[in-house]
């Protein structure tokens, strides 16, 4: 491994170094903390926002910026909950509908910032309040899921023993994560997503789709975006226009947290799970203290992410090269 591929990981093992030593940490602190239960509540609680930030992931590394993810989290759990309680639609025929819907907003926001040079900042934000609102038209409080979602939800939890199983939403959210590692390095359009934002320009000259990436790198954070408003229904049995309000913020700082650098074409999806985990820790550990305030997640979020985006800078100043199409495979993987 040679010295530039040693620095393009420093995010990376600094993000694993810190859950490590946080997990650790409170383990020793808090009985039972080191539990399998434990364990595997942080994938469940966590989902909705490990999907969201799984689709975020791909459009920073593409040198972009998602602001519309939590609104769409609300709307697709309200249209979700609509058709099943309301419409009497089967639940396994409205969530490919709502996915649908997902993968459709992200493409016009796509479109919209490829076709017509508009910041994504402000495209992805009147998205978020495009979505927010439609949510809130559609119903203004939380409905109720009564029928059809449980037992699909039962079924698809694998049981583990006789008093543990990993839930449906923890299942979600791994498969996704598996399936978007598979897609960021072992498909063309991953590649090109790295060498997009890596250099946009260079990306243009060496013949790249710069276009179709772009539109598919917003429409698959839409597409996760809807996966996990449909997560968020699994979690709650509910739809609720309220729902993730402030994910986006969320899902951007696991993201960054995780190594992923802000400027665009470097950072791995399993940094954004580290990300997300490094979030369920802290919120855990201070459910197990007892007596201090969930706000204190955000405070330790908050120094962990000046911290990273410090490193980042350090690294950059140190002319700290991103990811291109000329690296090779072997040194995406490692």
Excluded at 163 to 173: C, D, N, R, S, Y
Excluded at 234 to 243: E, H, I, L, R, V
């Amino acid at each position: 491994m040679n010295l530039r591929l040693i620095k393009r990981n420093i995010p990376f093992m600094a993000t694993a170094i810190v859950c490590l030593l946080l997990y650790l940490a409170a383990g020793f602190q808090y009985p039972g903390f080191s539990s399998l239960r434990v364990f595997i509540n942080f994938f469940s609680d966590n989902a909705v926002l490990g999907i969201a930030a799984i689709g975020m992931t791909f459009v920073i590394l593409s040198g972009g910026i998602d602001l519309s993810v939590g609104g769409v989290v609300g709307l697709i759990s309200v249209v979700m909950a609509l058709g099943i309680e309301k419409s009497h639609v089967p639940a396994l025929a409205v969530i490919p509908l709502v996915l649908l819907l997902g993968l459709g907003f992200g493409a016009a926001m796509g479109c919209l910032i490829h076709f017509y040079a508009m910041p994504a900042f402000l495209v992805t934000l009147a998205g978020m309040f495009l979505a927010r609102g439609l949510a809130f038209v559609l119903k203004l409080e939380a409905i109720p899921i009564t029928r059809d979602l449980e037992p699909l939800v039962s079924k698809a939890s694998v049981p583990l023993g006789e008093v543990l199983e990993i839930p449906a939403t923890a299942l979600v959210f791994l498969i996704t994560l598996a399936m978007a590692i598979a897609v960021a390095h072992f498909t063309r359009f991953g590649r090109n997503i790295y060498a997009l934002g890596g250099n946009e320009q260079s990306a243009i000259l060496m013949g790249l789709p710069v276009a179709r990436t772009r539109i598919g790198v917003y429409a698959l954070s839409g597409l996760c975006s809807a996966l996990a408003g449909v997560v968020y229904a699994f979690y709650t049995f509910s739809g609720n226009p309220n729902a993730a309000t402030g994910l986006e913020l969320d899902a951007i700082a696991a993201v960054v947290i995780g190594g992923t650098v802000l400027s665009g074409g470097v950072g791995y999806l399993a940094g954004t799970l580290l990300g997300v985990l490094i979030f369920g820790i802290i919120q855990t550990a201070i459910t197990f203290q007892g007596t201090l305030s969930s706000w204190w997640t955000r405070i330790v979020i908050g120094l962990l992410l000046l911290f990273f985006i410090l490193l980042q800078k350090l690294l950059q100043a140190k002319k700290f090269k991103p990811l291109n199409m000329h690296t090779t495979r072997h040194e995406t993987l490692s």
